[in-house]
């Protein structure tokens, strides 16, 4: 199918330490988030998924130490500036972002996500203790297998939506004319009430039946 007319989406690809039970708790809230713009999409990568491709100027180590995102063929964006540019594209967080623009604020938010940084692993620990005690009661930051399937095809083709609409234009959203709809309508036979069965000669009776024989 040629793509002529379809509009190019723009992908935000979030890197996330899925070893990480916070992270994952904290992604699993956002993936429920659907983005504000139609023409950006996001995609949620776990940095440990062996078939995930390391950016190069990177390391699977500074992936791991900080919250990172990236925009399609564009550079990393990592810590405060990285939850900024999520934040802008969700409902609900949006107003974090534009608070973010009143100087001195970035800088704020850049300082206490390096202080928590110092103090995840002790953070951490605790977490996955107070997870064990409730695992058995809930299931926390579950995704079914078919929504982390839809997902990891959107990631793989951000134009698979564009692509949906321009194929539903083609079929269904087309122009109407009321006068050949009508003369097509009139032009078609009425369906037997079972269609593998022909239909009755109605000329002829249903049960040919001789009254003198009886």
């Not at 390096?114 to 997870?131: D, S, V």
């Not at 321009?166 to 959203?173: H, S």
Request: glycine share 4%; net charge positive; with cysteine.
């Amino acid at each position: 199918m040629s793509n002529t007319g379809l509009n190019r989406r723009q992908t935000l690809t979030v890197l996330y330490d899925g070893a990480c039970p916070m992270c994952q708790r904290e992604i699993a809230f956002y993936k429920r988030l659907i983005p504000i713009s139609s023409s950006t999409s996001i995609c949620y990568a776990d940095v440990n998924d062996p078939s995930l491709t390391i950016p190069d100027s990177t390391t699977l180590e500074i992936l791991k130490s900080r919250f990172h995102v990236r925009f399609e063929n564009q550079e990393l964006i990592s810590g405060a500036k990285a939850f900024i540019a999520l934040w802008t594209l969700l409902p609900g967080w949006r107003w974090l972002a534009i608070t973010a623009r009143i100087p001195g604020i970035i800088w704020c938010l850049e300082m206490n996500y390096r202080l928590f940084l110092i103090f995840r692993p002790t953070i951490q620990n605790i977490f996955k203790h107070i997870l064990k005690l409730t695992s058995r009661k809930t299931k926390v930051g579950y995704v079914s297998e078919i929504t982390e399937f839809i997902n990891e095809l959107k990631c793989k083709d951000p134009e698979l939506e564009s692509k949906q609409l321009y194929g539903r234009n083609i079929l269904w959203n087309r122009p109407q004319d009321l006068d050949t709809n009508k003369d097509l309508n009139s032009g078609r036979e009425a369906q037997p009430s079972y269609v593998y069965y022909s239909l009755p000669d109605i000329k002829k009776p249903l049960y040919d039946v001789d009254v003198d024989k009886r």
